[in-house]
Structures are given as C-alpha cells and as structure tokens.
C-alpha cells in the first residue's frame, strides 16, 4: 500500500494528538489487524518434459481481495486434459473450471467469489481451486509445479495459517477480542521469467514481522523461491477508556438510540494504521451488509446522511467543549 499523500502530510504538519478516519464500521473500533502483503517469485526454469508445461498463471487484481477468477495457460494433451478436468468436476461437484484451447494451447479457468482478504470465508477463492484441480495432474516438473505443490500442502482449505505455522493460538488481549491470523494467496501474475505470487495477511496480536519473515525465508529453502515483503504495518490497539474513544460513543448513542457504543476490532486494515491514536469509526452500521472491496461497492443514502450526523456531532462535542480528550 503506497499512503503517500499521508506520510507527505505528516512531514509538512503537526500529527494530531488524536483522531479517527471514516474507513470500517460503527459503533468503532479500538484495535485492528496488521496487514502484511508477501510476494514470493517462483522461476520457471527448465522441466522434464513429461506433463503438462504450465506457460502462465493468472489470479486477481489487487493484493486485499480474494480472486473470483484464476487461470492457468498450459501446453499438452487437450483430450487428456478434457479426461482429467471432467473427472475432477465429478468429485468436485460444487466447484467451477473450464477449459478452452487457444491457438494449440489450453486455458484452464477456475471460478469463485470475490471477498475483502481479511474476511476470505466469506467468498470463494479461484486461486485455490485453479491449484487444487493442478495439483491432480501431471506437471512438467519446474518452477511452476512447485508453485503448485506448495499452494495445495500449505492453503488449501487453511485461512489460519496453521500448516504454514503462522497459527495465533490467542483470541483475547486485555480481554478484548482480537481474533487471529488470516492469510491467502489473493494476485498471481506471470512476468518475465517468474511466476509471482501475492499473499495477504491480516496478522493478530503476538505475530511479528520476523514471524512472518522466518516461516517464508524457511520454506524458500525447499520451494526453490525468492520472496520480499512488499507492506507491513503492525496491528494497532488504542484503549477503550481513552477520553476521546468515549466523546465517539456518545455521540453514536445520541444519534442512533443504540446503548452498545463499545468499540469492536477490525478485521480489515484502515487509514487508522497511517498515524497513531487514530480509530476507524464509521461509516457502516451494525446488520448493513458491507460491500467494501465487492462488486458494486456502496452505501445508501440513508446510512450516509445518517453517519454525517454522528460525525458532526462528535466533532462539535469535541471542539465546542473546554476539555480536552487526549
């Protein structure tokens, strides 16, 4: 994530003692997940010439969302490959594949859902089909198919990081809910001579940048790839009985009626992370369906307007009044 216009802001500015950014859900959040986005380049190199040679490899848009649609560019048997893709379909009845040739070569297409990557239970992720029904062939053996084999030991079926051991044991700091690691593979592309794949990871409390950068330098040994982190921010956590957390959840009381103003922890990453003492607030309400990072992304008129409310009057409560709410 490149927040150049906010990092240009604090060189030329006094950073603010406190604040929040319109960027998650109401009735707030006092704690969030790190974001981490791990790239790791797999090389093509030369195969064996007795499989499948797997020419590209294609998944994704952006690093924080789960991929509704991956592709694999191969070149074999179109027969022999009809035979494997029907047979899998057979015991995988509830997933999507296709296969279409191309000027001699085939196009394998996979299907899924998109979702936000910090919530990947909630869709359906094409990578992990594409490489599960891969996995059940057989591949030229090279850079490609480790990326495979790798892909298919350590995150199919696993969002928790347990096999990759990045598994958080803890749900709780200071008794606050804080869930745990989430990671998937959500951007593959195939450039130059490299077959390169993004992960993102949403990391809980307790799991550190060395954390995540041991489990990968470990692996690289065996899968033959290289890897950079290409963002890391740590999870944050402001307290909840900081005077300006409660100025916010009056101010949502007042509005709303609620009596639940207690902040909440975010799952996804938020502007929160770009300066310190900052919370996301708003603008989604409790029992609206997020569209953050979704197709048709949106919010009605009515939670606008609404939201507007909350904020003008926390901003006033906080500016008209003579306290001071560090």
């Known amino acids: 994530m490149d927040w150049s216009d906010i990092e240009d802001f604090t060189k030329n500015y006094p950073i603010p003692d406190y604040g929040f950014t319109p960027d998650g859900e109401f009735p707030g959040t006092n704690r969030e997940k790190g974001y981490s ?34 592709q694999a560019l191969c070149r074999g ?11 899998y379909l057979k015991a995988h009845p509830g997933e999507k594949l296709t296969l279409e040739i191309r000027e001699g070569k085939l196009a394998v297409t996979a299907y899924g859902v998109s979702a936000h990557s910090s919530t990947p239970e909630k869709g359906v992720n094409a990578l992990i089909i594409l490489f599960n029904f891969l996995d059940q062939i057989p591949l030229e053996k090279n850079g490609a198919a480790n990326l495979v084999a790798f892909v298919k030991k350590y995150f199919s079926g696993d969002i928790y990081g347990k096999a990759i051991g990045l598994y ?11 869930h745990r690691n989430v990671i998937s593979p959500t951007l593959l592309e195939t450039k130059d001579k490299f077959f390169n ?99 048709d992304e949106r919010i009605s008129v009515k939670s606008l307007v609404k939201a507007t409310k909350i904020y003008a009057r926390a901003l006033a409560d906080m500016v008209f009044s003579p306290q001071s709410f560090k």
């Open 197 to 295: 794949l993004t992960f993102n990871l949403r990391n809980s409390f307790g799991t550190t940048r060395e954390d995540i950068e041991y489990v990968f330098r470990a692996l690289s040994l065996e899968y033959g790839y290289t890897w950079q982190i290409l963002s890391y921010y740590d999870p944050i956590y402001v307290a909840k009985d900081w005077p300006f957390i409660k100025v916010l959840g009056e101010a949502y009381k007042d509005i709303t009626g609620e009596l639940n103003c207690a902040p909440a922890l975010s799952y996804g990453t938020t502007y929160a992370k770009a300066m310190p003492n900052i919370v996301a607030w708003g603008p989604v309400f409790p029992g609206e369906e997020d569209f953050c990072h979704r197709v």
């Open 77 to 87: 048997d179109g027969d022999l490959m009809k035979g494997f893709l029907s047979d």
């Open 168 to 178: 958080s044991e803890g749900e709780y700091v200071n008794g606050e809910f804080v």
């Open 37 to 70: 986005d791990i790239q790791l380049s797999f090389p093509k190199g030369e195969g064996d010439k007795r499989g499948f040679e797997i020419i590209s490899l294609e998944a994704g848009s952006t690093a924080n969302t789960v991929p509704s649609i991956a």
